[in-house]
């Protein structure tokens, strides 16, 4: 799995669980379902928007500190080397 995070000075949306983020996870089509099915495991809720092609894309928000446990949850399931994570702050995410 790999990860990349820009967090450079300046406003943000910051809430009593930390900033929000913008969460892109590039994965091949036929691993979907199963991203889908292990980030229904995670405590809090996903409205994912999912952008069909190779790679497909899954992007929904979610707050920093929560990160680490679905990290946790995807290594569980294997998709370590299968997919790319893309952590982009919400505030620069809106801003295009």
Not at 36 to 47: D, Q
Request: aromatic share 6%; hydrophobic share 40%; charged share 30%.
């Amino acid at each position: 799995m790999s990860v990349w995070a820009a967090h450079p000075p300046g406003p943000s949306l910051a809430g009593i669980e930390g900033e929000l983020v913008s969460v892109r996870i590039a994965i091949e089509p036929r691993y979907l379902e199963e991203l889908l099915e292990a980030l229904a495991e995670v405590s809090f809720p996903i409205n994912p928007e999912i952008h069909h092609g190779r790679p497909t894309e899954v992007d929904f928000p979610a707050y920093e500190t929560r990160l680490g446990e679905m990290r946790k949850i995807l290594g569980r399931h294997d998709f370590d080397d299968t997919c790319i994570i893309e952590v982009t702050r919400m505030v620069d995410r809106i801003r295009g």
